[in-house]
């Protein structure tokens, strides 16, 4: 089945960078959309960045100008460059990816999240 496994959170000082990778797996024919979200605790979830098959992005407009989503399709992997990090960006980051398997001519999928702190 497929799987996606995100890595590169971790403990940074405000201004500080930081960039995370999201790699799939599985029996996968193509991916289409890939994003990024994340939720902070007693908060909703909410969209960071999104970026399609061929490389049109969008961002959310509290990272404009920090952050940047970029993909590799040979590696199945979608990355979130993160640079000024500022406290409010603290959260658990979970990649998403619209991806034709064999199973499912579409569908969506969620990694586990890793968690992103920015505190001095």
């Known amino acids: 089945q497929v799987q996606l496994v995100e890595s590169g959170g971790g403990l940074v000082q405000p201004g500080g960078s930081l960039r995370l990778s999201c790699t799939a797996s599985g029996s996968i024919f193509f991916i289409n959309t890939m994003g990024w979200y994340r939720q902070a605790p007693g908060k909703q979830r909410e969209l960071v960045a999104t970026i399609t098959s061929g490389g049109s992005t969008n961002y959310a407009d509290s990272v404009k100008g920090r952050f940047t989503i970029s993909r590799d399709n040979a590696k199945k992997t979608v990355y979130l460059q993160m640079n000024s990090l500022k406290p409010e960006d603290t959260a658990v980051y979970y990649c998403?990816?619209?991806?034709?398997?064999?199973?499912?001519?579409?569908?969506?999928?969620w990694g586990q999240g890793t968690q992103v702190t920015v505190s001095s």
């Open positions: 998403n990816a619209d991806i034709r398997s064999r199973l499912r001519p579409r569908d969506d999928y």
